[in-house]
């Protein structure tokens, strides 16, 4: 039996590979924009408003444990093992790794699903903020929207994907899981999200995680808008996938109703809130800089 001691060391570990395997993974232009991206972000010294405080240290610089987390991540390990091919129909921008259109489930689940550290911090966020009515873009084999339906069983997650076997897949997962707030809405974004939002009033957290082009993502960000309130967070992942993903990354926040925008390299989250100041917040964490403690800047 592992002591708690070991846990931490292992998890450790586990964050230090996850990392690698992220920086190993990235295409010339994400490695360009990393530099950048670097040389600019800020740690949890450089925090002045209240609100992001909080924020970093409730919902990023936080080592909170659930065992949920755990079962989530043995049943990604069970999907990380599946011997299954499926025929693939590709509704988005594609992979950069995977390109054949018939794949492994072992394969998407080792390269096209949300790392642990990122679906952790969704599920902070989900709880942190008490979020209901939560929407997510592209649920693959399910293993983001587990996490985001783990959060509170009371929240109704709804996740739209086009693909229908990675859609019986995931609902297999979140059977397995035990989670029966989740919904898959099955079909292209263009058919499921108007269905979807032409029926609910309101959207507390959307996950943006499909369908990588320039186009599209600022089209379903001003979609998802319409039925933001003031207390809405709408997550971006893959900002710098593309140069067009940057760019669409840049559009939003510059937004006139996005107030913060923070900046994770891998993800970026948007708040609405108009009691804050407009503010474009680049964070890595203090391990990564650690003489950035706010002295000079
Ligand atoms: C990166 S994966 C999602 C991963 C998942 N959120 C996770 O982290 O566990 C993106 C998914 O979006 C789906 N997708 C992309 N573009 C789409 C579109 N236009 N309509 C429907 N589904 C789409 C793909 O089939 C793929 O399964």
Sequence with gaps: MPTLFQLKIT???????????YLCS?????????????????????????????????????DKE????????????????????IPIQDFGAGSHKLTNNNR???????????????????????EHYHCMHILELGTSLGIS?????????????????????????AHEVHTRANLKNIHILTGPFSETLPDYLSNCKTIDLAFIDGHHQ?????????????????DS??????????????????????????TLSIDLFHIGIVFFKKELSKQYFPYLPYLYKPWKIGLFS
């Excluded at 998890?11 to 395997?21: G, L, M, P, S």
């Excluded at 405080?53 to 610089?61: K, R, S």
């Excluded at 599209?216 to 003031?230: D, G, M, P, S, V």
């Design 11 to 21: 998890d450790t570990i586990h964050a230090k590979n996850e990392d690698k395997q």
């Design 26 to 62: 990235m295409n010339m232009y994400a490695i360009k924009s990393f530099i950048e991206f670097y040389l600019k972000a800020n740690t949890h010294y450089n925090v002045q408003s209240d609100f992001l405080h909080d924020f970093v240290n409730t919902v990023l610089d936080t």
């Design 214 to 230: 320039k186009e599209a993502t600022l089209r379903y960000f001003e979609q998802i808008k319409l039925k933001c309130n003031n």
């Design 66 to 85: 659930y065992y949920i987390f755990r079962q989530l991540e043995g049943i990604r390990a069970w999907l990380k093992q599946s011997n299954q091919t």
């Design 233 to 258: 967070i709408i997550v971006l992942d893959d900002i710098y996938w593309s140069k067009g993903m940057t760019e669409a990354w840049q559009t939003i926040c510059t937004n006139s109703d996005v």
């Design 104 to 126: 492994k489930v072992a394969d998407i689940a080792s390269t096209s699903l949300s790392r642990p550290d990122k679906c952790r911090m969704l599920f902070l966020l989900a």
């Design 145 to 169: 929207s587990a996490y985001l339906g783990a959060a509170s069983s009371k929240a109704k997650v709804t996740t739209l994907e086009g693909d229908p076997i990675l859609a019986s897949i």
